[in-house]
């Protein structure tokens, strides 16, 4: 049936999606404005060409100190409100080029901070406050993740800024939360799902390689550009995961490859010829490929990216890998938490062991 024209009055529940029945899309097309026809997305894309590059961190204030002055808003000070304070804090973040979802986390939990305890000035914020915002959390988790916005909201009042001498999240700690048991791919999975990958999408067969013998996290499969993979030597290509973020740069690692890597780069590279980054997707598009892949291989087990991750490191301890290798392969922080995370997998990893069997004679 030929598309009808939109009726006045049209809710937007009658609205379908522009990439409906597609399982991804690239970045360059999700950006694009979602109109009707040329005529509207041209001044759309104008205005955007013209919008400033970056918004002003500092101003100049009347006795030539530095003040702060994000996206243009006024200087923050002990007596500002909470609600341009937070509005403050996200433009920040933003000039930072931190990931959206936290962006977007640490923005909602203020703003629930301000709808429980209302318009205070920052100087009148207490540590009650601070309970009110944590007690009303309806899981350990939840209570977790709020804690840790409020606390890096304070710190940049009170470290960055230097508006606070105060922080009122001192003595709350968060709940401990359970590692989650790690489930692997056994061997016969992971032949199944490769094959299902060869017979998938083009970029299937790689992104899969890469996620499950290299232990690459789905951001990081995404952040991967082609200048990352090293072909010095042809037959042994080598990744860099690399961080823009200073915060992260201690993730950044060198993997070595082989030749089987190789010869899916380059039927990928002789497929898209890609110059910039090699899978311009976006996260659910990664999430459907995998599913989609473990339907094909008949799996019955939950599979995601983690997945694949997780039967990197047990395979990876197979053969050997102590817990300082794995956290260097998996680009993972030494800390108490990621050393029992990588205590599991070697668990996992170790010699089965020997049982008495009855004897059945």
């Known amino acids: 049936m030929p598309d009808q024209p939109k009726r006045e009055g049209q809710t937007r529940a009658d609205h379908v999606s522009r990439f409906r029945g597609r399982d991804g899309v690239t970045n360059e097309e999700r950006e694009l404005p979602p109109v009707a026809s040329a005529a509207h997305a041209k001044p759309e894309a104008d205005a955007h060409h013209l919008r400033s590059a970056q918004l002003d961190l500092f101003a100049v204030g009347e006795d030539g100190a530095f003040v702060s002055d994000v996206g243009g808003l006024p200087p923050l ?44 000035p920052l100087n009148k914020i207490e540590r009650g ?11 350990k988790t939840t209570r977790k993740r709020r804690l840790t916005s409020a606390r890096r909201f304070f710190r940049y009042l009170i470290d960055d800024l230097k508006v606070l001498k105060f922080d009122p999240t001192d003595g709350y700690y968060p709940h401990h939360i359970a590692l989650r048991a790690p489930v692997p791919l056994f061997e016969e999975e992971q032949r199944a799902l490769l094959g299902a990958a060869q017979a998938d999408e083009d970029w299937s067969a790689l992104a899969v390689w890469l996620m499950m013998r290299l232990g690459l996290t789905r951001a990081e499969l995404l952040a991967l550009k082609r200048d990352h993979i090293d072909r010095s030597s042809p037959d042994q290509p080598v990744v860099y995961v690399m961080y823009d973020e200073v915060s992260k ?7 070595a490859t082989d030749r089987d890597f190789a010869e899916l780069y380059d039927a990928f590279i002789d497929v898209r010829n890609l110059q910039g980054i090699l899978f311009p997707i976006g996260p659910q598009a990664v999430n459907g490929m995998v599913e989609r892949l473990r339907r094909a291989a008949d799996i019955t087990k939950d599979v ?20 300082q290798q794995l956290l260097s392969l998996l680009g993972l922080v030494n800390d108490p938490r990621n050393r029992a995370s990588v205590d ?9 062991l020997e049982t008495a069997m009855p004897d059945r004679d």
């Open 77 to 120: 000070s002990a007596r500002s409100s909470l609600d341009l304070a937070r509005t403050a804090y996200r433009r920040y973040l933003e000039s930072l080029n931190r990931p959206r979802n936290t962006i977007e986390s640490y923005s909602y939990d203020l703003h629930v901070f301000e709808q429980l305890i209302g318009p205070k």
């Open 129 to 139: 406050d601070i309970a009110r915002l944590l007690g009303d959390a309806n899981s």
């Open 249 to 255: 740069q201690s993730k950044d690692r060198r993997l």
């Open 304 to 323: 995601s990216p983690q997945t694949l991750r997780t039967t990197f490191a047990v395979e990876q301890a197979k053969n050997g890998a102590d817990q």
């Open 344 to 352: 599991r997998y070697i668990a996992l990893g170790s010699t089965p």
